[in-house]
Protein backbone atom coordinates (compact mmCIF):
# COMPACT_ATOMS: atom_id res chain seq x y z
CA UNK A 1 0.00 0.00 0.00
CA UNK A 2 1.19 3.74 -1.05
CA UNK A 3 2.40 5.56 2.32
CA UNK A 4 -0.24 8.28 1.13
CA UNK A 5 -3.63 7.31 2.19
CA UNK A 6 -6.00 7.61 -1.16
CA UNK A 7 -8.11 10.78 -0.63
CA UNK A 8 -11.51 11.55 -0.21
CA UNK A 9 -13.11 13.70 -2.65
CA UNK A 10 -16.18 15.27 -1.86
CA UNK A 11 -18.95 14.84 -4.79
CA UNK A 12 -21.02 18.26 -4.72
CA UNK A 13 -24.68 17.21 -4.96
CA UNK A 14 -27.62 18.97 -7.28
CA UNK A 15 -27.79 23.02 -6.92
CA UNK A 16 -29.50 25.56 -8.32
CA UNK A 17 -28.80 27.16 -11.73
CA UNK A 18 -30.43 30.24 -13.95
CA UNK A 19 -30.08 31.86 -17.10
CA UNK A 20 -32.05 33.39 -19.07
CA UNK A 21 -34.31 31.11 -21.87
CA UNK A 22 -35.94 30.95 -24.56
CA UNK A 23 -40.11 30.70 -24.35
CA UNK A 24 -40.52 26.76 -23.47
CA UNK A 25 -44.09 24.86 -23.03
CA UNK A 26 -44.32 25.69 -19.52
CA UNK A 27 -46.95 23.61 -16.96
CA UNK A 28 -49.64 26.38 -15.89
CA UNK A 29 -53.02 27.52 -14.93
CA UNK A 30 -54.68 29.47 -17.29
CA UNK A 31 -53.84 30.72 -20.63
CA UNK A 32 -50.25 28.92 -20.42
CA UNK A 33 -49.19 31.13 -17.63
CA UNK A 34 -47.21 29.88 -14.58
CA UNK A 35 -49.93 29.01 -11.91
CA UNK A 36 -48.78 29.40 -7.71
CA UNK A 37 -48.17 25.65 -7.00
CA UNK A 38 -45.89 25.21 -10.20
CA UNK A 39 -43.80 28.44 -9.14
CA UNK A 40 -43.30 27.64 -5.09
CA UNK A 41 -42.59 23.80 -6.77
CA UNK A 42 -39.78 24.77 -8.73
CA UNK A 43 -38.51 27.00 -5.86
CA UNK A 44 -38.49 24.11 -3.27
CA UNK A 45 -37.05 22.08 -6.35
CA UNK A 46 -33.67 24.57 -6.36
CA UNK A 47 -34.38 26.15 -9.69
CA UNK A 48 -32.76 29.99 -9.10
CA UNK A 49 -35.48 33.13 -8.17
CA UNK A 50 -33.35 34.25 -11.09
CA UNK A 51 -34.47 31.74 -13.85
CA UNK A 52 -37.91 31.60 -12.41
CA UNK A 53 -38.25 35.40 -12.91
CA UNK A 54 -37.11 35.33 -15.90
CA UNK A 55 -39.86 32.70 -16.91
CA UNK A 56 -42.33 34.78 -15.33
CA UNK A 57 -41.57 37.07 -17.23
CA UNK A 58 -42.20 34.92 -20.52
CA UNK A 59 -45.10 33.50 -19.41
CA UNK A 60 -46.90 35.41 -17.11
CA UNK A 61 -48.73 33.85 -14.14
CA UNK A 62 -52.25 32.60 -13.62
CA UNK A 63 -52.84 33.95 -10.18
CA UNK A 64 -52.60 37.78 -8.50
CA UNK A 65 -49.82 38.62 -6.20
CA UNK A 66 -49.37 40.69 -3.37
CA UNK A 67 -47.42 41.06 -0.07
CA UNK A 68 -49.32 38.64 1.33
CA UNK A 69 -48.36 36.22 -1.14
CA UNK A 70 -44.48 37.36 -0.96
CA UNK A 71 -44.44 36.74 2.29
CA UNK A 72 -45.05 32.97 1.90
CA UNK A 73 -42.69 32.94 -0.92
CA UNK A 74 -40.04 34.46 1.20
CA UNK A 75 -40.59 31.96 3.72
CA UNK A 76 -40.01 29.23 1.39
CA UNK A 77 -36.80 31.01 -0.05
CA UNK A 78 -37.78 32.99 -3.15
CA UNK A 79 -34.91 35.67 -3.66
CA UNK A 80 -35.68 39.63 -4.29
CA UNK A 81 -35.29 39.39 -7.92
CA UNK A 82 -38.64 37.16 -8.18
CA UNK A 83 -40.68 39.08 -5.73
CA UNK A 84 -39.78 42.27 -7.63
CA UNK A 85 -40.68 40.48 -10.61
CA UNK A 86 -44.22 39.30 -9.25
CA UNK A 87 -44.93 43.09 -8.15
CA UNK A 88 -44.50 43.87 -11.81
CA UNK A 89 -46.92 40.93 -12.73
CA UNK A 90 -49.30 42.36 -9.66
CA UNK A 91 -49.58 45.92 -11.09
CA UNK A 92 -50.51 44.60 -14.61
CA UNK A 93 -53.53 41.98 -12.94
CA UNK A 94 -54.78 44.31 -10.84
CA UNK A 95 -55.32 44.74 -6.83
CA UNK A 96 -56.88 41.74 -5.93
CA UNK A 97 -54.06 39.07 -3.99
CA UNK A 98 -54.57 35.36 -3.94
CA UNK A 99 -52.56 33.00 -1.46
CA UNK A 100 -51.08 29.90 -2.24
CA UNK A 101 -52.06 26.43 -0.67
CA UNK A 102 -51.01 26.12 2.38
CA UNK A 103 -50.03 22.27 2.16
CA UNK A 104 -47.93 23.14 -0.82
CA UNK A 105 -46.36 26.45 1.18
CA UNK A 106 -45.74 24.51 4.23
CA UNK A 107 -44.10 21.46 2.36
CA UNK A 108 -42.01 24.02 0.24
CA UNK A 109 -40.83 25.70 3.83
CA UNK A 110 -39.63 22.15 5.03
CA UNK A 111 -37.42 22.09 2.20
CA UNK A 112 -36.01 25.58 2.51
CA UNK A 113 -35.40 24.56 6.17
CA UNK A 114 -33.52 21.55 4.81
CA UNK A 115 -36.10 19.27 7.07
CA UNK A 116 -35.51 16.38 3.81
CA UNK A 117 -37.42 13.61 5.94
CA UNK A 118 -40.20 15.75 6.96
CA UNK A 119 -40.42 17.67 3.69
CA UNK A 120 -40.49 14.01 1.69
CA UNK A 121 -44.31 12.71 2.95
CA UNK A 122 -45.64 16.12 2.40
CA UNK A 123 -45.07 16.54 -1.12
CA UNK A 124 -46.04 12.61 -1.68
CA UNK A 125 -49.19 13.72 0.02
CA UNK A 126 -49.34 16.76 -2.16
CA UNK A 127 -48.73 14.79 -5.42
CA UNK A 128 -51.74 12.01 -4.32
CA UNK A 129 -54.11 15.02 -5.17
CA UNK A 130 -52.32 16.54 -8.31
CA UNK A 131 -50.30 13.29 -9.47
CA UNK A 132 -50.27 15.16 -12.60
CA UNK A 133 -48.10 18.13 -11.68
CA UNK A 134 -44.47 18.53 -13.58
CA UNK A 135 -43.35 21.05 -10.56
CA UNK A 136 -44.11 19.00 -7.29
CA UNK A 137 -42.16 15.97 -9.38
CA UNK A 138 -39.61 17.68 -9.68
CA UNK A 139 -39.30 19.04 -6.46
CA UNK A 140 -40.01 15.76 -4.53
CA UNK A 141 -36.75 14.56 -7.49
CA UNK A 142 -34.48 17.29 -5.45
CA UNK A 143 -35.54 15.94 -2.00
CA UNK A 144 -34.62 12.49 -2.94
CA UNK A 145 -31.11 13.83 -4.25
CA UNK A 146 -30.58 14.84 -1.36
CA UNK A 147 -31.27 12.24 0.79
CA UNK A 148 -28.95 10.27 -1.78
CA UNK A 149 -31.83 8.11 -2.87
CA UNK A 150 -31.39 8.10 -6.47
CA UNK A 151 -33.46 5.83 -8.09
CA UNK A 152 -36.29 7.44 -6.33
CA UNK A 153 -35.21 10.55 -7.93
CA UNK A 154 -34.71 9.64 -11.30
CA UNK A 155 -37.99 8.40 -11.19
CA UNK A 156 -39.49 11.87 -10.35
CA UNK A 157 -37.41 13.82 -12.78
CA UNK A 158 -38.14 11.32 -15.67
CA UNK A 159 -41.75 11.93 -14.60
CA UNK A 160 -41.37 15.39 -14.53
CA UNK A 161 -39.72 15.28 -18.17
CA UNK A 162 -43.12 13.43 -19.40
CA UNK A 163 -45.37 15.64 -17.81
CA UNK A 164 -43.20 19.01 -18.90
CA UNK A 165 -40.32 17.86 -21.47
CA UNK A 166 -39.81 22.06 -22.43
CA UNK A 167 -38.18 22.52 -19.18
CA UNK A 168 -34.57 22.60 -19.35
CA UNK A 169 -34.25 22.35 -15.81
CA UNK A 170 -35.61 19.33 -15.76
CA UNK A 171 -33.36 16.96 -18.16
CA UNK A 172 -30.26 19.29 -16.74
CA UNK A 173 -31.34 16.84 -13.41
CA UNK A 174 -31.47 13.85 -14.97
CA UNK A 175 -28.32 14.79 -16.93
CA UNK A 176 -26.80 14.84 -13.25
CA UNK A 177 -28.45 11.85 -12.54
CA UNK A 178 -27.32 9.79 -15.38
CA UNK A 179 -23.75 11.11 -14.51
CA UNK A 180 -24.22 10.33 -11.03
CA UNK A 181 -25.02 6.24 -12.41
CA UNK A 182 -22.16 6.29 -14.75
CA UNK A 183 -24.22 6.54 -17.69
CA UNK A 184 -22.15 9.44 -19.17
CA UNK A 185 -23.61 8.58 -22.61
CA UNK A 186 -27.39 9.76 -21.36
CA UNK A 187 -25.94 12.07 -18.89
CA UNK A 188 -24.84 13.97 -22.33
CA UNK A 189 -28.02 13.62 -23.87
CA UNK A 190 -29.83 14.93 -21.53
CA UNK A 191 -27.39 18.26 -21.41
CA UNK A 192 -27.49 18.98 -24.16
CA UNK A 193 -31.07 18.51 -24.42
CA UNK A 194 -31.20 20.72 -21.91
CA UNK A 195 -29.09 23.22 -24.35
CA UNK A 196 -31.30 22.87 -26.91
CA UNK A 197 -34.23 24.50 -24.83
CA UNK A 198 -32.05 26.77 -23.49
CA UNK A 199 -28.94 27.41 -25.15
CA UNK A 200 -27.64 29.64 -22.45
CA UNK A 201 -28.82 27.54 -19.26
CA UNK A 202 -25.53 27.23 -16.57
CA UNK A 203 -26.65 24.03 -15.21
CA UNK A 204 -26.88 22.06 -18.29
CA UNK A 205 -23.53 23.99 -19.19
CA UNK A 206 -22.34 22.36 -15.81
CA UNK A 207 -23.82 19.02 -15.79
CA UNK A 208 -23.08 19.00 -19.59
CA UNK A 209 -18.69 19.55 -18.63
CA UNK A 210 -19.09 17.40 -15.43
CA UNK A 211 -19.92 14.12 -18.05
CA UNK A 212 -17.31 15.46 -20.40
CA UNK A 213 -14.83 15.80 -17.54
CA UNK A 214 -16.01 11.88 -16.42
CA UNK A 215 -15.46 10.51 -20.04
CA UNK A 216 -11.93 11.92 -20.18
CA UNK A 217 -12.71 14.69 -22.20
CA UNK A 218 -11.04 17.73 -19.75
CA UNK A 219 -11.00 20.66 -22.92
CA UNK A 220 -14.15 20.28 -23.49
CA UNK A 221 -15.46 19.69 -20.22
CA UNK A 222 -13.79 22.87 -19.40
CA UNK A 223 -14.97 25.13 -21.98
CA UNK A 224 -18.70 23.76 -20.76
CA UNK A 225 -17.89 25.10 -17.58
CA UNK A 226 -16.40 28.42 -19.11
CA UNK A 227 -19.77 28.62 -20.88
CA UNK A 228 -21.42 28.12 -17.42
CA UNK A 229 -19.45 31.05 -15.66
CA UNK A 230 -20.05 33.72 -18.42
CA UNK A 231 -23.80 33.61 -17.61
CA UNK A 232 -23.20 32.92 -13.91
CA UNK A 233 -19.69 34.54 -13.06
CA UNK A 234 -20.65 34.49 -9.33
CA UNK A 235 -21.68 31.13 -8.92
CA UNK A 236 -19.35 29.07 -6.24
CA UNK A 237 -20.54 25.93 -7.17
CA UNK A 238 -19.22 26.02 -11.23
CA UNK A 239 -15.82 27.30 -9.46
CA UNK A 240 -15.97 24.23 -7.78
CA UNK A 241 -16.64 22.29 -10.07
CA UNK A 242 -13.96 23.55 -12.07
CA UNK A 243 -11.17 23.03 -9.62
CA UNK A 244 -12.53 19.58 -9.77
CA UNK A 245 -11.77 18.87 -13.57
CA UNK A 246 -8.52 20.97 -13.52
CA UNK A 247 -7.64 18.66 -10.51
CA UNK A 248 -8.55 15.53 -12.50
CA UNK A 249 -6.78 17.08 -15.37
CA UNK A 250 -3.56 17.44 -13.65
CA UNK A 251 -3.34 21.17 -13.18
CA UNK A 252 -2.81 21.44 -9.96
CA UNK A 253 -2.29 25.09 -9.70
CA UNK A 254 -5.66 25.83 -11.49
CA UNK A 255 -7.42 23.83 -9.81
CA UNK A 256 -6.50 25.68 -6.03
CA UNK A 257 -6.83 29.11 -8.13
CA UNK A 258 -10.68 27.32 -8.72
CA UNK A 259 -11.37 26.36 -4.94
CA UNK A 260 -9.53 29.38 -3.72
CA UNK A 261 -12.74 32.01 -5.50
CA UNK A 262 -15.42 29.49 -4.72
CA UNK A 263 -14.15 29.69 -1.39
CA UNK A 264 -14.24 33.50 -1.72
CA UNK A 265 -17.83 33.93 -2.88
CA UNK A 266 -19.09 31.25 -0.49
CA UNK A 267 -17.21 31.25 2.53
CA UNK A 268 -19.20 28.66 4.33
CA UNK A 269 -18.61 26.08 1.40
CA UNK A 270 -17.16 23.02 3.56
CA UNK A 271 -16.53 20.81 0.04
CA UNK A 272 -14.36 23.73 -1.12
CA UNK A 273 -12.21 23.59 1.75
CA UNK A 274 -11.75 19.85 1.63
CA UNK A 275 -11.05 19.76 -1.95
CA UNK A 276 -8.68 22.91 -1.87
CA UNK A 277 -7.04 20.69 1.26
CA UNK A 278 -6.73 17.73 -1.02
CA UNK A 279 -5.02 19.81 -4.25
CA UNK A 280 -2.80 21.25 -1.51
CA UNK A 281 -1.72 17.82 -0.21
CA UNK A 282 -0.91 16.97 -3.66
CA UNK A 283 1.27 19.74 -4.03
CA UNK A 284 2.93 18.69 -0.84
CA UNK A 285 1.70 21.75 1.05
CA UNK A 286 0.84 19.67 4.03
CA UNK A 287 0.41 22.60 6.42
CA UNK A 288 -1.62 24.85 4.09
CA UNK A 289 -3.96 21.30 3.54
CA UNK A 290 -4.07 20.76 7.16
CA UNK A 291 -5.14 24.33 7.59
CA UNK A 292 -8.28 23.72 4.73
CA UNK A 293 -9.09 20.63 6.49
CA UNK A 294 -9.77 22.47 9.77
CA UNK A 295 -11.45 24.91 8.59
CA UNK A 296 -14.03 22.47 6.55
CA UNK A 297 -14.06 20.55 9.87
CA UNK A 298 -15.68 23.95 11.83
CA UNK A 299 -18.35 24.94 9.18
CA UNK A 300 -18.96 20.63 8.89
CA UNK A 301 -18.15 18.75 12.04
CA UNK A 302 -19.83 15.34 11.15
CA UNK A 303 -18.39 14.93 7.66
CA UNK A 304 -15.57 11.69 8.05
CA UNK A 305 -14.94 12.67 4.83
CA UNK A 306 -12.75 15.53 6.29
CA UNK A 307 -11.42 13.83 9.42
CA UNK A 308 -9.82 11.05 6.88
CA UNK A 309 -8.52 13.41 4.99
CA UNK A 310 -6.91 15.55 8.03
CA UNK A 311 -5.15 12.14 9.22
CA UNK A 312 -3.82 11.37 5.93
CA UNK A 313 -1.85 13.97 5.62
CA UNK A 314 -0.73 14.00 9.10
CA UNK A 315 0.49 10.72 8.01
CA UNK A 316 1.83 11.98 5.05
CA UNK A 317 3.51 14.97 7.06
CA UNK A 318 4.95 12.32 9.32
CA UNK A 319 3.38 13.68 12.73
CA UNK A 320 2.03 9.82 13.62
CA UNK A 321 0.46 11.02 16.88
CA UNK A 322 -1.62 13.29 15.21
CA UNK A 323 -2.91 10.73 12.67
CA UNK A 324 -2.81 8.15 15.33
CA UNK A 325 -5.58 10.59 16.96
CA UNK A 326 -7.60 11.52 14.12
CA UNK A 327 -8.22 7.91 12.88
CA UNK A 328 -8.86 6.46 16.00
CA UNK A 329 -11.67 8.93 16.88
CA UNK A 330 -12.78 8.89 12.76
CA UNK A 331 -13.27 5.25 13.40
CA UNK A 332 -14.46 5.35 17.25
CA UNK A 333 -17.51 7.57 15.59
CA UNK A 334 -17.58 6.00 12.58
CA UNK A 335 -16.54 2.41 12.74
CA UNK A 336 -17.72 1.06 9.20
CA UNK A 337 -15.79 3.81 7.60
CA UNK A 338 -13.92 2.30 4.82
CA UNK A 339 -10.86 4.99 4.25
CA UNK A 340 -7.59 5.07 6.61
CA UNK A 341 -6.76 1.48 7.82
CA UNK A 342 -3.45 1.94 5.64
CA UNK A 343 -2.00 5.31 7.23
CA UNK A 344 -3.08 4.11 10.78
CA UNK A 345 -1.22 1.20 10.30
CA UNK A 346 1.58 3.28 9.27
CA UNK A 347 1.16 5.14 12.19
CA UNK A 348 1.50 2.33 14.50
CA UNK A 349 4.31 0.91 12.49
CA UNK A 350 6.44 3.89 13.32
CA UNK A 351 6.12 3.46 16.86
CA UNK A 352 7.05 -0.09 16.78
CA UNK A 353 3.68 -1.17 17.36
CA UNK A 354 3.16 -4.13 15.01
CA UNK A 355 0.36 -6.10 16.40
CA UNK A 356 -2.35 -2.94 16.02
CA UNK A 357 -0.29 -2.01 12.77
CA UNK A 358 -1.51 -5.75 11.25
CA UNK A 359 -4.98 -5.28 12.88
CA UNK A 360 -5.19 -2.18 10.76
CA UNK A 361 -3.90 -3.41 7.58
CA UNK A 362 -6.26 -6.49 7.52
CA UNK A 363 -9.30 -4.36 7.65
CA UNK A 364 -7.82 -2.69 5.06
CA UNK A 365 -7.83 -5.94 3.07
CA UNK A 366 -10.98 -6.69 4.33
CA UNK A 367 -12.27 -3.53 2.72
CA UNK A 368 -10.44 -4.04 -0.34
CA UNK A 369 -10.09 -7.34 -0.75
CA UNK A 370 -9.04 -7.14 -4.50
CA UNK A 371 -6.08 -4.45 -3.57
CA UNK A 372 -2.82 -5.72 -4.59
CA UNK A 373 -1.03 -2.80 -2.46
CA UNK A 374 -3.19 -3.78 0.63
CA UNK A 375 -2.01 -6.82 0.99
CA UNK A 376 1.39 -6.07 -0.20
CA UNK A 377 1.55 -4.25 2.79
CA UNK A 378 0.16 -6.46 5.10
CA UNK A 379 2.80 -9.01 3.79
CA UNK A 380 5.42 -6.90 5.01
CA UNK A 381 4.09 -6.53 8.10
CA UNK A 382 3.74 -10.18 8.86
CA UNK A 383 7.33 -10.40 7.61
CA UNK A 384 8.46 -8.00 10.07
CA UNK A 385 6.65 -9.69 13.05
CA UNK A 386 8.40 -13.20 11.57
CA UNK A 387 4.87 -14.53 10.74
CA UNK A 388 6.95 -15.43 7.45
CA UNK A 389 4.04 -18.26 6.23
CA UNK A 390 0.97 -15.74 6.86
CA UNK A 391 3.27 -12.96 4.62
CA UNK A 392 3.91 -15.83 2.01
CA UNK A 393 -0.18 -16.16 1.81
CA UNK A 394 -0.54 -12.21 1.48
CA UNK A 395 2.32 -11.46 -1.07
CA UNK A 396 0.71 -14.51 -2.99
CA UNK A 397 -2.35 -12.67 -3.39
CA UNK A 398 -0.39 -9.31 -4.18
CA UNK A 399 1.81 -11.33 -6.65
CA UNK A 400 -1.66 -12.89 -8.28
CA UNK A 401 -3.66 -9.25 -8.35
CA UNK A 402 -0.57 -7.35 -9.55
CA UNK A 403 1.80 -9.17 -11.30
CA UNK A 404 3.69 -6.14 -12.47
CA UNK A 405 4.84 -5.03 -8.84
CA UNK A 406 8.59 -5.38 -8.07
CA UNK A 407 7.73 -4.90 -4.83
CA UNK A 408 5.36 -7.95 -3.86
CA UNK A 409 7.87 -10.05 -6.03
CA UNK A 410 10.84 -8.90 -4.16
CA UNK A 411 8.91 -9.40 -1.12
CA UNK A 412 7.56 -12.83 -1.44
CA UNK A 413 11.12 -13.49 -2.10
CA UNK A 414 11.98 -12.97 0.75
CA UNK A 415 9.25 -14.44 2.68
CA UNK A 416 10.11 -17.92 0.53
CA UNK A 417 14.04 -17.54 1.78
CA UNK A 418 12.71 -16.98 5.24
CA UNK A 419 11.04 -20.43 5.11
CA UNK A 420 13.94 -22.02 3.13
CA UNK A 421 12.39 -22.45 -0.18
CA UNK A 422 14.97 -21.01 -1.95
CA UNK A 423 13.44 -22.27 -5.40
CA UNK A 424 10.38 -20.41 -5.09
CA UNK A 425 12.36 -17.52 -3.40
CA UNK A 426 15.12 -17.59 -7.03
CA UNK A 427 11.59 -17.19 -9.26
CA UNK A 428 10.24 -14.29 -7.14
CA UNK A 429 13.79 -12.46 -7.19
CA UNK A 430 14.40 -12.76 -11.28
CA UNK A 431 10.90 -11.74 -11.47
CA UNK A 432 11.46 -8.48 -9.62
CA UNK A 433 14.97 -8.04 -11.44
CA UNK A 434 12.38 -8.50 -15.09
CA UNK A 435 10.54 -5.90 -13.25
CA UNK A 436 12.85 -3.48 -11.92
CA UNK A 437 16.62 -3.95 -12.81
CA UNK A 438 17.99 -2.07 -10.16
CA UNK A 439 21.28 -2.76 -8.20
CA UNK A 440 19.46 -3.88 -5.02
CA UNK A 441 17.29 -6.55 -7.06
CA UNK A 442 20.48 -7.89 -8.68
CA UNK A 443 22.42 -8.05 -5.46
CA UNK A 444 18.86 -10.06 -3.93
CA UNK A 445 19.11 -12.18 -6.36
CA UNK A 446 22.95 -13.01 -5.81
CA UNK A 447 22.20 -13.56 -1.87
CA UNK A 448 19.38 -16.44 -3.23
CA UNK A 449 21.84 -17.95 -5.49
CA UNK A 450 24.63 -18.07 -2.71
CA UNK A 451 21.89 -19.94 -0.87
CA UNK A 452 21.25 -22.33 -3.46
CA UNK A 453 25.23 -22.88 -3.69
CA UNK A 454 25.39 -21.15 -7.18
CA UNK A 455 28.66 -19.12 -6.80
CA UNK A 456 29.49 -18.28 -10.27
CA UNK A 457 25.64 -17.05 -10.93
CA UNK A 458 26.25 -15.13 -7.49
CA UNK A 459 29.12 -13.83 -8.54
CA UNK A 460 28.40 -12.32 -11.62
CA UNK A 461 24.71 -10.63 -10.54
CA UNK A 462 26.88 -9.17 -7.63
CA UNK A 463 29.65 -7.55 -10.38
CA UNK A 464 26.77 -5.60 -12.23
CA UNK A 465 25.01 -4.55 -8.84
CA UNK A 466 28.55 -3.35 -8.38
CA UNK A 467 28.58 -1.29 -11.70
CA UNK A 468 25.17 0.04 -11.60
CA UNK A 469 26.23 1.28 -8.03
CA UNK A 470 29.71 1.86 -7.66
CA UNK A 471 29.12 4.15 -4.50
CA UNK A 472 27.57 0.84 -2.77
CA UNK A 473 30.31 -0.46 -0.62
CA UNK A 474 27.90 -3.46 0.41
CA UNK A 475 28.24 -4.83 -3.13
CA UNK A 476 31.44 -4.60 -3.48
CA UNK A 477 31.96 -6.25 0.34
CA UNK A 478 29.59 -8.94 -0.76
CA UNK A 479 31.38 -9.95 -3.98
CA UNK A 480 34.78 -9.95 -2.43
CA UNK A 481 33.91 -11.94 0.76
CA UNK A 482 32.38 -14.73 -2.01
CA UNK A 483 35.60 -14.57 -4.33
CA UNK A 484 37.60 -15.53 -0.84
CA UNK A 485 34.92 -18.15 -0.48
CA UNK A 486 35.18 -19.62 -3.79
CA UNK A 487 39.23 -19.44 -3.67
CA UNK A 488 38.91 -21.36 -0.44
CA UNK A 489 36.46 -24.32 -1.76
CA UNK A 490 38.50 -24.28 -5.22
CA UNK A 491 41.63 -25.82 -3.09
Known sequence: MNTRCRAVVVPLLLIAALASAPAQEIDRGSNGAIDCTHLVGWVAGGISSRRLAHLVEQHGIAFVPGEPLARQLQSVGAEPVLLTRLRKEHAALGTSTTLCPAAVISAAALV????????????????????????????????????????????????????????????????????????????????????????????????????????????????????????????AEIYYDL?????????????????????????????????????????????????????????????????????????????????????????????????????????????????????????????????????????????????DAAAARELEIAVALNPDSAPAHHYLAVAWSNIHKYDLALKENREALRLDPSADNHYYLAICLIKLGRNDEALAELDTAARIDPGQSLYRARKEELQKLMRVESR
Open 243 to 387: GSTLRDKGDLPGAVSAYRRAIQLNPNYWQAHNNLGLSLQDEHKLDEAIFEYRTAEKIAPNEPAIRSNLGASYCEKEDYNAAVSEFTELFRQYPDWQSGHGCLAKAFMSKGDYSSAISELRLAVVHNPTGAAEHRVLGQALLLTHD
Open 112 to 235: HQKRYEAAQPAFRDLLREDQNNAALHFASGSIFIHQNAWDDALEEFSQAARLLPGLAETHSRLSYLFYHSGDVDNALAEARTALSLDPGNPEAYKFLGLALADSGQYEAALHALSEALASEPDD
